[in-house]
């Protein structure tokens, strides 16, 4: 119920503010006014109240202020942003920050009273059974397992900020980390949830192939085109498009890349008509695209393109509290998949699991629980049905990675953890999950000194 709730408004304009005060009050709060954030901050410290609608721009500072001290106080009241200044900027801001709601003049005091109404039942839902949203479900088919740590669960608080709001994102995190579930998450919970979610990974193609999977071709635009190839940009109009790995584009890819998102228009290859399209752009990246930018392999107008909102995945050593819900999931979807049936793990081969480092991440933990159901001859899976890498892993074996490592630094610190570990090549690439090829790419762009590192040559 939200009848009685104490609604403090913040808006320097006498007028607005009683009159929306008049409003609320018919509608049921109870309100209590402030014409800046000067008489606001003491409402805050002595009443309790329940919800905030605040202007942007205020004479003595700002609402972001305002929601920043709420925050800092350990409240969990929900804020509300209200002005006749909005930009996407600002209410990405303010929503990346914590806000319930961002809305835009001219608004009518019913707009404000249901956006009220509906943040403060999320608040108390949210205070009374912790998140609101499963963490994993099924949506378009895919199963989305995202966890249930502290961690994933702010990253998830952020996404459903986030969603609504029709912009660009850029994913970063380590490979495997579950960036395109993320993605998906996105899409779920953005207004183009009706049209296709269509992802492409960047690094599996040259950038010939790759611009004829982004805008298609028509037929006889080159030798084999036999027939007309719709591309990306079509199938994904009204929907979201989710370009994985996009550090791996190569620059004439990006020029035409960026054309298209200004232009919101491309042609397909070999063809004359111009074609609109409307979609959302996503990216991902396990790179520092900042630094592919100063090394001059990425352009610097199409990162600030795709980046209006960067989100951090994190990597699953940095959230071992996800590791038994992951298992668990990742067990009930091949029994769905495949009818094998193996719903247990006894408790010491869970805790390897746990102190295992996972460099491949959620990708990893996945194939390993697959393989290991898979081959397990009893319901219950034990220490006997663990990798040997994993069933000899202890806590004193984990990776110590500094704090505040960029990608690269954490990337390269972990390829050197394995080739000192392993005796091969081909052993560190099966552990990290990633090709020979790979991992060859890597130790040259990371400037690790292999031949020094690994045990003993390949054969």
Excluded at 69 to 84: E, N
Excluded at 423 to 433: F, I, Q, R, S
Aim: include cysteine.
């Amino acid at each position: 119920m939200t009848q009685g709730k104490k609604v403090l408004i913040v808006e320097p304009h006498k007028e607005s503010r009683e009159s929306l005060a008049s409003a609320l009050s018919k509608a049921g709060f109870e309100v209590v006014q402030a014409g800046g954030r000067g008489d606001a901050i003491p409402l805050l410290d002595e009443d309790q109240i329940a919800a905030v609608v605040t202007e942007v721009k205020l004479p003595d500072g700002d609402g972001v202020s305002i929601l920043s001290h709420v925050r800092s106080r350990g409240l969990a009241s929900p804020v509300i942003f209200v002005t006749a200044f909005g930009t996407m900027t600002s209410a990405i801001q303010a929503m990346k920050k914590g806000a319930a709601d961002f809305l835009v003049k001219p608004v009518t005091a019913r707009d404000i009273t249901e956006a009220l109404d509906f943040a403060i039942r999320k608040s108390d839902g949210k205070n009374e059974a912790g998140s609101a949203e499963p963490l994993a479900h099924t949506f378009q088919g895919h199963n989305v397992v995202i966890g249930v740590s502290g961690a994933m669960r702010e990253l998830f608080s952020l996404v459903q900020r986030i969603a609504p709001y029709d912009t660009n994102i850029l994913l970063c995190g380590e490979s495997g980390s579950g960036k395109e579930v993320i993605a998906r998450e996105i899409h779920r919970l953005s207004p183009r949830r009706d049209g296709s979610f269509v992802p492409v990974n960047c690094a599996s193609l040259s950038d010939e192939l790759l611009e004829n999977e982004l805008f298609g071709h028509e037929r006889g635009a080159f030798t084999g085109a036999d027939e007309r190839k719709v591309g990306v940009f079509e199938t994904a109009n009204e929907g979201t498009l989710f370009l994985d790995e996009i550090d791996e584009m190569g620059l004439r890819s990006q020029a035409k890349l960026l054309r298209a998102l200004e232009r919101k228009e491309f042609r397909r290859v070999g063809g004359t008509k111009k074609i609109r399209t409307n979609l959302r752009l996503v990216s991902a990246t396990n790179v520092n695209l900042e630094s592919e930018v100063k090394a001059r392999r990425f352009r610097e107008d199409l990162f600030y393109r795709i980046k209006v909102v960067t989100i951090t995945v994190p990597p699953l050593r940095d959230r071992k509290d996800d590791i038994p819900f992951l298992t668990k999931a990742f067990l009930g979807e091949l029994e769905k998949s495949s009818g094998k049936c193996v719903r247990k793990i006894a408790p010491e081969a869970l805790a390897r699991l746990r102190s295992y480092p996972w460099p491949g991440n959620v990708r990893e933990l996945k194939n390993v629980i697959e393989s290991m159901a898979l081959m397990a001859e009893r319901d219950t899976l034990d220490l006997d049905d663990l990798p040997p890498n994993i069933r000899g892993a202890r806590r004193d074996q984990e990776i110590k990675l500094s704090v505040g490592l960029t990608m690269e630094e954490a990337e390269k610190e972990i390829i050197r953890h394995y080739l000192e570990h392993f005796p091969t090549k081909k052993e560190v690439a099966k552990a990290l999950n990633i090709g020979l090829r790979t991992l060859y790419l890597k130790i040259k762009k990371l400037n690790l000194p292999s031949s020094k590192l690994v045990a003993k040559q390949e054969t």
